[in-house]
Structures are given as C-alpha cells and as structure tokens.
C-alpha cells in the first residue's frame, strides 16, 4: 500500500490528473481504471476519478493484482553492474524495448531481467516485473530494478520525491553558446499527433537541467540532469528549445548522421538503497558508437 498525504498545493485538483503527475511512468487513463476498480481510495473511501482533493486527505494506492506472468526468460546476456537481495541496476543496450507490449513479446529488458535475477517486484504489473521506470528504446544506460515490493515502493517515493539523481549525456545539433540551462515546460501528448509528446499548456509539470560538456562546429554535447520523468523528456525539451537530438526519429532533424536513434546515453544513476538507506551512485561509459562519433566530430575541428 502507498500512501500520499494532500498538501495547500494541490487542494482543488482532480485525483487523477494529480496522481498521472505524481506516479511515474503511468497514464491518466491507467490511474482512472485503478481508482474505479477501487484500488485507489481518499480517507478509506472509494471516489471519481473527478474527486477534487482536499488539504489533508489521505490517498491510498493498494498494489495491482499479480497474476502469473506468460514472460519467457531469455539469456540476453545482461549487463548487471549492481545486485543485492533489494535491488539492481543495469545497463541497458540501444534498441532493446524495456518491456514487453504490443510487437515486443520477446527480447526485452525484462525477459533478460527474468533470466539473470533471482527475483522481481510485482507492483507494475505482470509485463514490467521489476520495472520502476524506463528510458527510450534507443536510448542506452542504467535503470534500477526492483527485486521485491518493499523496494520497489521506496524507489517510487525517491522518484516522486525527485531525490533520485539521473544524469543523461546527449548530443545536439546546432552551437549552444550558453554553458549551462535549465528547460522548465509542461509535457503532454501532442494534440496533432498523439504517438507524439510536445510541451503543451496542460502537460505534466516537467524540469531538465543541463551542462554543455563540448562544442563542436555544428553540435553541442551536453549532459542532462532529470528533476521529472516524462515520457521522452530530454528529446522534447531540447527540440522545444532549438537543439534537438541527433539521430531522434521523432523530434530531430532530417538524418544527418547514421546513428540507427537518438544519440541519448543515461550515464548515471544515484538514489538511497531501501534497505542500508545508504546513498549509492553508478555511472557507465558511453556505447562505443557514440564514442566514435565524438572523436569524429572532434578531428573534424583539428
């Protein structure tokens, strides 16, 4: 069971559209399922999506039901760079889809995550056992894991907390002149194409800080600091701003580089063990094909 206590701010605001925000890597559709199946309650009473909240209330969120999962393990040969008996966190390569759905049934994360660990929480569902959040498809690096519930719900607060530090490195067409920035713009589905995300006025809140790291002659290598997680945040907010990703397939400019994808590596990962409440970071290099691309650009400017 998870529990979120109301605060002033939020008084007046719909139960599903605060808990979209608040709860990462979930839908306003899948939170209106769970409130009117009554996993979702506010002071021990079963509401409407539409309830208007209150200072004080208490909201509970009781765990999906887990159901015994069709997932078939696979020897993805996973790179594992951290497991305990709470969590884990691993590397995760380009092109591989986190979990399965629709046109991904097998080599996922998760079929290579069921085959190489002992043991998984099942808050998120059959599909993302172990999955607290996600990065892109063809984005690459570390993901923390999830072996038991305990650990998942506290993942999940540090994520809600936004004391969870995740830095990303990117590169970007065009010269940003300024050494550092910060993108602070609501993200939604864009109204003229909804596979698509767009900084639009009634968006989930959205904040991405960066460092430009390199400045080449017609790029910028930045690194992305995440206070929010949003469904392709740094690809949206760096378009939104001018410079978008090389590579990106729905936000970027026409191919201008064979990069198979976005040009998008999460390179660390730091947050608070749930169990030794001890603070805890990794990091991981750069894949290979971004390197050489760099160093490209880089004898480019020699």
Known sequence: MQTINVIEEY???????????????TSRSDIQTRIKSGNVQVNDNIVKPNYKLKADDIIEISEREVIDSDIVPEDLNLNIIYEDNDVAVVEKPRSMVVH???????GTLVNGLMH?????????????P????????????LLMVAKHDVAHRDLVDQLVEKSVTRKYIALVHGVI?????????PIGRNP?????????DDGKEAVTHFNVLER??????????????RTHQIRVHMQYIGFPLVGDPKYGRRKTMDT??????AAMIGFVHPTSKEAIQFETPLPTMFSDILDDLRKRMS
């Open 11 to 25: 008084v007046g605001e719909r139960l599903d559209k605060f808990l979209s925000e608040v709860l990462e890597d």
């Open 100 to 106: 399965p759905s629709a046109g991904h049934h097998t």
């Open 116 to 128: 190489q660990l002992d043991s998984l929480s099942g808050i998120n569902g059959e599909l993302r």
């Open 130 to 141: 172990g999955i607290v959040h996600r990065i892109d498809k063809d984005t690459s690096g």
């Open 177 to 185: 002149t300024h050494d550092k920035g910060t993108v602070d713009a």
């Open 192 to 200: 003229k194409s909804r596979q698509d995300m767009a900084v639009v």
């Open 216 to 229: 080449f002659e017609e790029h910028t290598l930045i690194e992305c600091f995440l206070e929010t997680g």
């Open 260 to 265: 198979d994808g976005q040009l998008l590596h």
